[in-house]
């Protein structure tokens, strides 16, 4: 019997209701789920969040909430992993992504390789950030100077066998030495998989707003390619509001307003951290 494929995200309290509203009604209406299971890594869900979860016919998997969600998903999914048999895994943010088209095909393609998007902007937040405290001090500066120059691989949508996401794991334990910092992920996944062979998907299987050089219009709450082609996945990235270029983010006719200028703020800001990052050749 070949094994399933699994879906796994993960959620708080914060977004559990956005993820059964918004990010598993969109997957539901536009992704064929056969033969894939869909599973919630739970970080402090309420009692009636649960519930919800478990009527829309997902599964719940409670963890321990003792780093940043972002970090601790990798290790809960590896202990999944070791636990039940999966093909193809797709772990994907669960707080600010929609679907609108199907993305099954993106399972039987490059199934040896771990698949992700690049940003289509690169924004060096390790520069910025206390992200880089997560990793071994003796680390952190050739993490950073073999970055600076890379296109940016977005941890929001990465898509691999099975056996890949174990391998991950294993690089977090033997690069970090705790699990605390927002986006420490994201260093781990681009300094991993540059230095590895992965399949780089069309943006499109990962539309990260705020980075976006490509064109998009919003029409009845769907957004859409310069081509007027529904994007499959949009992702309305940001740390906190300000930096996310979309309010009322969802799945309906009556969500998502793009905001007329903070992206520009936000991307004035990160232009400044990227010329410095430059000039130092990536050193922190």
Not at 77 to 83: G, R
Not at 154 to 166: D, E, H, R, S
Not at 216 to 230: C, I, M, P
Request: glycine residues 6%.
């Amino acid at each position: 019997m070949v094994a399933k494929h699994l879906i796994i995200t993960a959620s708080d309290s914060r977004c559990g209701d956005f993820l059964v509203d918004h990010w598993h009604h969109s997957l539901r209406e536009n992704v064929c789920l056969h033969d894939i299971d869909v599973v919630v890594l739970d970080y402090g869900l309420s009692s009636a969040q649960r519930h919800r979860i478990l009527d829309a016919g997902m599964l719940l998997r409670r963890c321990r909430h003792d780093g940043h969600v972002t970090n601790v998903r990798y290790r809960d999914t590896a202990a999944l992993l070791t636990e039940q048999p999966y093909n193809q895994v797709l772990l994907v943010d669960g707080g600010d992504i929609i679907f609108q088209a199907d993305i099954r095909h993106l399972f039987s393609s490059a199934v040896d390789r771990i698949r992700a998007v690049c940003d289509e902007r690169k924004y060096s937040l390790h520069a910025v950030l206390p992200i880089l405290n997560d990793f071994h001090v003796d680390q952190r500066q050739a993490i950073s100077r073999y970055l600076h120059h890379r296109p940016q691989i977005n941890g929001g949508f990465v898509l691999g066998p099975a056996a890949a996401f174990l391998r991950l794991w294993g690089e977090f334990q033997r690069l970090t030495q705790s699990m605390n910092q927002f986006a420490a992920d994201q260093v781990l996944l681009n300094y991993v998989l540059h230095r590895e062979d992965f399949e780089e998907l069309p943006s499109r299987y990962n539309f990260v707003l705020v980075a976006a050089r490509s064109q998009f219009k919003v029409r009845e709450g769907r957004f859409y390619d310069a081509d007027g082609s529904l994007i499959p996945v949009v992702h309305n990235a940001g740390h906190m509001p300000f930096f996310r270029r979309v309010s009322r983010f969802g799945y309906g006719s009556d969500r998502n307003v793009v905001k007329a200028t903070s992206h520009l703020a936000v991307r004035s800001l990160f232009a400044g951290v990227d010329f410095l990052s430059r000039l130092t050749g990536g050193g922190t």
